[in-house]
């Protein structure tokens, strides 16, 4: 680990992000379970923010991945190519209404750029709104989008406004989703020309500390939206491929259906891809000139992406993230009875979070105390991640294939920490 630090250090990004006092060297993967160069063990209950949806090195991904290697890799410009095809058709096949067309890319924010950009043409409009406290992306245009002083750069991002985020934990109106809304409405009036080109948020916060939408939020902006003549963009980066247990888009727990969904992490199990999925009429506006991703949907990514909707149907996986999500959630709920320090339990399905407190009332981020027990958490063989506006939200997003007894042990394991501390 020493070694690698220093190399680092040396060669890499100074702007280093990093978990625990004393990084981990994991080097291999199976599943729900983690390996360090030691051979020791950890439950991963963090896999799923760094896109495994499958679990580590599943094998039918894997062997989908090698079959294609040996077969061909290359652009996905210029020549066909039988992968990308049929994984197009098969996505779209998991989407609503008439968001048929997909353009791949091989990131998410790649994907919210291709997103963003697609609603400005369409629309002729260039403001573009969304909420404080989300993350989009890290390139000009996403990090407009992103609405957190920790994840901005002090570059041009012309054209993003921001609206009141509908937080029913820290939020002013509670779980009114409604009222929130109504900020939206504001934002459009006062803010804008009265047009504006698109709306974009995420249906669960990831990167924001698990914050689920207030309920009828959606809905009530997305009519508002329309009305300004602007597209709603749905970021299911985070939230898509069953991670919300209930459903397969996170959109879908608030009955809405976007003109636009962007996706990434989950979609590839581990693989760099991401994908824009919209209308035929929408897509229209890219062949106004020429329109191209080097890589983007290459033949072994789109090979992996196959694989992991055929892995996520026939092994339940969705199904299996509701099971055991709303199982987690309860057990934790449990736990916030039991310790003053949880404010809030909260999320859908395996996207899970876990809200510290030192004061209950004032809510009072316990930002020390959350480095703390993750240390002590990980001590113990359990990785979960951490991450909200004031780092103080421990999030619970594992590879959907986690079971009811790892859940057991995951919160056995936090409240031992809790209660030692
Ligand atoms: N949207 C959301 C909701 C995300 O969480 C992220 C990454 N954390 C992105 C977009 C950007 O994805 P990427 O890092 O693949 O560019």
């Keep these: 680990v020493d070694e690698i630090f220093n190399k680092r250090k040396q060669f890499l990004s100074p702007s280093m992000l990093y978990f625990y006092n004393k990084p981990l060297n994991i080097v291999h993967g199976k599943m729900q379970y983690l390996f360090d160069e030691s051979g020791r063990r950890y439950l991963d209950a963090f896999g799923g923010i760094a896109t495994v949806s499958c679990g580590h090195c599943h094998p039918e991904v894997v062997d989908a991945i090698v079959n294609q290697t040996n077969k061909l890799q290359h652009s996905t410009i210029l020549y066909f190519n039988h992968a990308i095809a049929d994984f197009a058709e098969s996505l779209t096949s998991k989407l609503p209404g008439d968001l048929k067309v997909v353009f791949f890319t091989n990131s998410g924010t790649e994907a919210n750029e291709l997103a963003m950009m697609m609603?400005?043409?369409?629309?002729g409009s260039h403001d573009?709104?969304?909420l404080r406290n989300a993350y989009h992306g890290n390139a000009a245009g996403t990090m407009g989008a992103t609405a957190q002083c920790n994840w901005k750069f002090n570059i041009v991002q012309s054209g993003v406004h921001h609206a009141l985020n509908p937080d029913p934990y820290r939020g002013i109106f509670g779980s009114d989703g409604k009222m929130y809304a109504k900020d939206v409405q504001d934002v459009i009036q006062f803010s804008t020309s009265g047009q504006v080109a698109a709306f974009i948020s995420e249906a669960i916060q990831g990167v924001g500390g698990i914050i689920e939408l207030a309920p009828s939020y959606l809905s009530t902006v997305?009519?508002?939206?329309?009305?300004?003549?602007?597209?709603?963009?749905?970021d299911e980066v985070q939230t898509g491929f069953g991670r919300t247990g209930s459903h397969f888009w996170g959109f879908e727990n608030q009955?809405?259906?976007?003109?636009?969904?962007?996706?990434a992490k989950g979609i590839g199990n581990g693989i760099p891809l991401g994908a824009v999925v919209t209308t035929p009429k929408i897509a229209e506006v890219l062949t106004r000139r020429n329109y191209f991703n080097t890589f983007g949907g290459n033949p072994v990514c789109s090979a992996a992406g196959l694989a992991v909707l055929r892995v996520i149907e026939k092994e339940k996986l969705q199904e299996n993230a509701h099971a055991v999500g709303s199982?987690?959630?309860e057990r934790l709920t449990a736990l916030k009875d039991k310790h003053e320090i949880i404010g809030d339990v909260r999320g859908r399905g395996l996207m899970l979070g876990v809200e510290l407190v030192s004061d209950r009332q004032q809510k009072t981020p316990a930002k020390v105390e959350i480095l703390h027990l993750m240390d002590?958490?990980?001590?113990?063989?359990?990785?979960i991640g951490k991450g909200g506006f004031y780092g103080n939200v421990f999030r619970i997003t594992p590879p959907l294939c986690f079971s009811r007894e790892d859940a057991d042990f995951l919160v056995d394991v936090m409240d031992y920490a809790i209660s030692k501390m």
Excluded at 119 to 123: H, M, S, V, W
Excluded at 222 to 234: D, N, P, R, T
Excluded at 255 to 263: A, E, K, Y
């Design 376 to 383: 002590q958490i990980k001590g113990m063989g359990v990785l």
């Design 222 to 234: 997305y009519s508002s939206i329309k009305e300004a003549g602007g597209l709603c963009i749905a």
């Design 128 to 130: 573009i709104i969304s």
């Design 119 to 123: 609603a400005r043409l369409y629309t």
């Design 327 to 329: 199982y987690l959630k």
């Design 255 to 263: 009955g809405v259906v976007p003109d636009i969904v962007t996706m």
